[in-house]
């Protein structure tokens, strides 16, 4: 087992930010060719023509979880070190409501704000100003939020432990839903947004 | 060339990493679990950094506020032998075994507080706890000996204290009363709590270091994960 790096010791805390860094600008860059930083292409989705944010993230989620996969198989990976946020299901259910109005409405998500603003695009420096000053509002009411934002408690679960499978086949089922939800996309887009024959 | 490579060299780039995605899920599905059960790995740098912080612990007169304010959101667990247990222990806990800690039926989403009649197999056990990924594990600072000194029997602070120590001395009375124990009048300094508290062999009291503890910072940062 040589990963995670930072975890095993790999290098220290100040490397550790570095190493955010050049991974921050990679991820930067690669949502701003997926066309992330354009909020009409990022709204686009939830009108069904253009599923493109659709088909980026969720080639994303199966790449990461086939090469954990396996990499962990394969001993170069210790899988039970790898970070997993703690599931807090109300107030994640109403987070995400949240953010997905927010994204409907403002048309960027936090992180593609922040790519567009680096393109200059006025409307994001506005959305990213919200955002600060939400997280302010949020700050100033903590105390009173703070009980709900810690409420149902779940742990660190993940999807073999709630399922009660093995690993490989919740891989292998995330896989035929990704493959089943790009070949829908596609269908969707034919019949809803008018685009003409694409492969999924 | 075979007809499945020409097959293959037909199709666009989008359905070859599709094949190549279903190939990978199915020896996945083929290879079922990547590592074995019950193998542990622990992080370490991040048990230092609890240990370090010192946030992993729970002192007798916090406990000892839970349990009066009628807090339930934490289980208490005797890790000392069946006999002691029946003798005393602490209100509200529960008796469990070291070995086979992991599979007690303790949640990993409960804030579990262990003690034990000082302190070694309490962190001993946190170890273990932690091992098996429990995240909110804590030890009861001085086990039962140290709710006893601090809790049941706190010693009344010298005649020429500070009035605010003597203050708050008297609201430890109040607690102590609270469990059935009782305050130790300052002449009592030199003796070990009764009751409860086994005899203690008589040895020449070890002067404490003066110098404040270097190293380690209270609320040392904690690095954060996730996004």
Known sequence: MS??????????????????????????????????????????????????????????????MLGLFWLGWAGVVDLSLVYVSTTYLAPQIVGGLLLGVGFTVGGYCPGTSVVAVATGKLDALFFLGGTFLGILAIGVAWPAVEGFAHSTDLGRLTLPEVLHLPFGAVVFLVVLMALGGFWGAGALERRLGGKGEEEP | MSRATDWLARRTLNERLALLAVALGLGALAVGDVEARGKVTLDTRELARIVEGEVDHVTPEELADWMIAGRADYRLVDLRAEEDFAAYHLPGAERRAIAGLEQAGLGRDERIILYSAEGIHSAQAWMLLKAHRYPAVYILLGGLAGWQEHVLYPLEPAPDAPIAERAAFARAGEIARHFGGAPRPWSDSGSAPAALAPPRPTSPAV?????????????????KEGC
């Open chain 2, 207 to 223: 002067a404490a270091p003066v110098a404040p503890p270097t190293g380690a910072k209270p609320g040392a940062k904690r690095k």
């Open chain 1, 3 to 64: 990963m995670p790096l930072y975890k095993l010791g790999a290098f220290g805390d100040e490397a550790s930010l570095v190493v955010a860094f050049l991974i921050g600008i990679g991820f930067g860059f690669f949502l701003e060719q997926a066309g992330f930083g354009s909020a009409k292409k990022l709204t686009d989705q939830f009108y069904f023509r253009d599923l493109a944010v659709f088909r980026v993230m969720f080639t994303a989620i199966v790449t990461a």
